[in-house]
């Protein structure tokens, strides 16, 4: 593991948690780059924030689904490496934004209203927001809450990338499969869709190689 993390070009060196919002006065005061996570309820959102940072705990992982109620920023220092040479070029600090779950049954419905109206603000207001990584379990198509929130976010300009979460559990043909039914579900025939395995870190350094590009 060690060999590999030496020919990375992102290595996230720090992060922690910061502050957990429902409203703007409670967002950082800090202002840096957001990167932004959302997906359903079980779609291993807290997983997927771990492997990425490899920092164990740093979003609790929970067998209640919907757990996460509030947004959740989490301040990451990436060490950006020379691409050609290997040698440090630069350090970044952004945000990492754990934002809740969507879909989950069991979430009332005054609950989900109050949740929408926050996230909903958050994600139309905040300067500093790159983009969303919009998490969708690989093994099943997009559920309609899946789409709906993916329409959203293109309707508002808000730049996505669709991480398809779980992809340790499916064969290479299944992978190839799921995601094209993934594309056609969307609607957007050349959609990038980067299939993601917390348990094996495999997409790992492809969605580093995103976030490395808003930081430089």
């Known amino acids: 593991m060690a060999d590999k993390e030496i020919t990375e070009d992102v290595i996230i060196t720090q992060g922690k948690y910061i502050a957990s919002a429902v409203k703007k006065d409670q967002y950082p ?8 996570f959302i997906g359903r309820s079980n779609v291993g959102k ?20 919907g757990k996460t109620q509030t947004i959740n920023f989490f301040a990451l220092t990436a060490k950006l490496l020379d691409k050609e040479s290997g040698a440090e070029a630069i ?3 952004f945000y990492l934004v754990d934002l809740p779950g969507y879909g989950y049954a069991k979430t009332g419905k005054e609950r989900r209203k109050i949740w929408k109206k926050f996230i909903d603000e958050y994600l139309l207001t905040s300067p500093q927001l790159q983009f969303v990584c919009q998490l969708i379990d690989i093994r099943h198509e997009p559920m309609a809450s899946d789409i709906e929130m993916f329409q959203w976010l293109v309707e508002n300009n808000i730049p996505v990338l669709i991480v398809a979460t779980k992809a340790d559990k499916l064969g290479k043909n299944a992978r190839q499969k799921n995601v094209a039914a993934i594309r056609r579900a969307l609607g957007v025939k050349e959609l990038s869709v980067l299939p993601y395995s917390s348990v094996k870190n495999e997409g790992r350094s492809d969605l580093l190689d995103v976030i490395r590009e808003i930081l430089v």
């Open 29 to 36: 005061e800090r202002r840096l780059p957001e990167v932004v």
């Open 46 to 65: 807290s997983s997927l924030i771990n492997s990425l940072t490899r920092i164990r705990g740093l979003a609790r992982v929970s067998s209640q689904p």
């Open 91 to 93: 350090r970044k600090d």
